[in-house]
């Protein structure tokens, strides 16, 4: 595959990603959603996916990056790629380089090689980096501390209503089928997509077309659930990755995903591997949200995903809910933690990106943490639990002193 230059981006041309509340963007990390010629958001509810994909507001992306312009929107890889990290846009060029056919890039778009679906915010775990946008679980939490005249207009209702498109739309599924053919390339997140049974409905369509020998996917599961139809569907398919967003171990980790049983994935973990062992199509990642919670355990959590066999390691950096974003820590805190990385005793492959992660963390606007600190107490309050239970050199380093109501 041949691109215009070496800041380019495949994904407006060739990719849409379905948002949990049914919105559509160019990928996952953009910022923008992808709107109508009024400015209004296409909704999967009603838009046709090649008017999304034709839509002046894809022509300009598309000529930003025909023009080696940085889109605003894209601003997560440029601040990834400026410290050193491998972005998504540089991994997708690489994922996608033996799917697309080499011709002339116009502002015109290609062929939906690639969908990622988030099919809603059907999720059992309530992850702390997490929010009603992606999980039905924290929603529900949230309504519960809601008078009753407050649930109905707060935003938690509106994204738990919004979340449940794939069920309540018929239209959308029609429009999977006429693409179908033209898929080489399906992710799988969420909400928990092992949850969501339509896309296992979508999957079977593949099968019976005879096309799945020509079809990748992507899941990214909380790694709660092993979906026993899974396997005799997925055999059929060229390759099934199924990355496992792991982000701590034993009780931080289900402090951070409150809800999870470190025991069950664990024992999960070990049943994907035995899958694996007996599917050649089948490969097992892990995806790690660094995040303010687990950067300073990331050596135990680094040995952990040493000793587990994984074909594929993803350190994620979270961007979103900027306070809980190692870029925005108070400097003191990142100044300690960065001391604890620099000191860890892990692999060489793992020291390159602990220096990465430094480097990212050390660029960003600290703030005071004033924000984090709050944040931090109101779930704490919520849940009756405390950081400073499992986290005590984290709580220290930002000052934190329990929930206090």
């Not at 991994?91 to 679906?117: G, Q, S, Y």
């Not at 018929?170 to 949850?195: A, H």
């Not at 300073?296 to 995903?305: F, G, K, Q, R, S």
Request: charged letters at 25%; aromatic letters at 10%.
């Amino acid at each position: 595959m041949k691109i215009p230059h070496d800041k380019f981006c495949v994904l407006p041309w060739v990719s849409l990603e379905a948002s949990p509340i049914g919105t559509v963007r160019p990928c996952c990390l953009a910022e923008e959603e992808i709107v109508d010629e009024s400015g209004a958001k296409f909704d999967l509810a009603t838009a046709d996916l090649s008017v999304v994909q034709s839509s002046q507001y894809m022509q300009r992306l598309r000529q930003d990056f025909l023009d080696k312009k940085q889109p605003a929107t894209c601003r997560k890889c440029w601040n990834e790629e400026r410290s050193g990290r491998t972005s998504k846009r540089m991994h997708t060029l690489n994922r996608l380089k033996h799917m697309i056919p080499d011709a002339e890039w116009t502002v015109d778009a290609r062929p939906l090689v690639f969908l990622d679906l988030k099919l809603g915010n059907i999720c059992n775990l309530k992850c702390r980096i997490c929010g009603s946008w992606s999980s039905s679980s924290f929603a529900t939490e949230e309504l519960q501390f809601l008078t009753p005249e407050k649930k109905k207009e707060s935003f938690h209702y509106q994204m738990l209503r919004a979340g449940a498109w794939p069920k309540e739309n018929t239209q959308f599924w029609g429009e999977i089928s006429r693409v179908l053919d033209q898929i080489r390339y399906i992710e799988f997140t969420g909400g928990e997509p092992f949850m969501i049974q339509q896309h296992f409905d979508m999957l079977q369509e593949i099968v019976d077309l005879g096309i799945a020998h020509q079809v990748e996917i992507h899941y990214n599961t909380n790694g709660t659930n092993y979906p026993e139809k899974g396997p005799a569907i997925w055999r059929h398919f060229k390759t099934v990755e199924i990355a496992l967003s792991i982000d701590d171990v034993g009780a931080r980790f289900e402090y951070q995903r409150t809800n999870a049983d470190w025991m069950q994935v664990q024992e999960n973990v070990r049943r994907f591997r035995e899958l694996r062992n007996e599917h050649t199509n089948i490969q097992l990642q892990v995806c790690t949200t660094v995040n303010v919670f687990n950067v300073a355990y990331l050596e135990a959590v680094a040995n952990w995903i040493d000793r587990q066999g994984f074909d594929f390691v993803y350190w994620n950096m979270l961007h979103e809910a900027y306070y809980f974003s190692i870029s925005t820590l108070p400097q003191e805190a990142k100044d300690i933690i960065s001391q604890r990385l620099q000191a860890a005793q892990v692999s060489e492959r793992n020291r390159l990106d602990f220096n990465n992660i430094i480097e990212f963390m050390q660029r960003g606007v600290s703030l005071d943490g004033r924000v984090l600190r709050m944040k931090v107490e109101d779930l704490d309050w919520k849940r009756r639990q405390d950081l400073r239970t499992d986290h005590p050199e984290l709580a220290a380093a930002i000052g934190y002193n329990g929930p206090q109501r």
